[in-house]
């Protein structure tokens, strides 16, 4: 059963990786397995049960144009959050400014929840590109 795992691996060297592709992956290797166990049961030797097994599952072309639009869809929804954050932390940050400089002038202060409100657009410029 080890030719029917590196098959498998091999046919899904070149997509991204993903939780979504590990779960294929899993089921591919299962489905396959069971397969070759039904032929062996039919009389064929464990060689020719694991060939036939591999010719009749074909490619994988649709699974890797599902996973590969998945991935693209993921990151387009990254860069959406990146945007929406950036622009929420300036009208944040425009706020206390304003506040600081209208009610408090003497004192500045709004440099301290900026650092807090920084982590924001931080954190998903970071999920953007772990993503890429």
């Known amino acids: 059963m080890k030719k029917l795992d590196v098959y498998v691996d091999e046919l899904f ?7 979504q592709k590990e779960n294929i992956i899993k089921d591919i290797k ?19 049960a694991i060939n036939k097994a591999i010719v009749e599952f074909g490619d ?3 699974i890797r144009v ?6 693209l869809e993921k990151r387009k929804h990254a860069r959406i959050q990146l ?9 944040i940050l425009a706020l206390f400014i304003f506040t600081n400089f209208y009610y408090t002038p003497q ?3 709004f440099v301290y929840p900026t650092f807090a ?5 931080l ?5 953007w590109f772990s993503l890429r």
């Open 13 to 19: 060297k070149n997509i991204p990786q993903s939780q």
């Open 30 to 48: 299962q489905n396959l397995g069971e397969k070759v166990l039904d032929l062996m049961e039919q009389g064929k030797s464990e060689e020719d």
């Open 60 to 62: 994988i072309e649709d």
């Open 66 to 71: 599902e996973l590969e639009s998945n991935q």
């Open 83 to 91: 945007s929406f954050s950036i622009c929420g932390s300036i009208l």
């Open 107 to 109: 004192i500045i202060w």
């Open 117 to 121: 409100v920084l982590w924001w657009p």
């Open 123 to 127: 954190i998903m410029l970071y999920r």
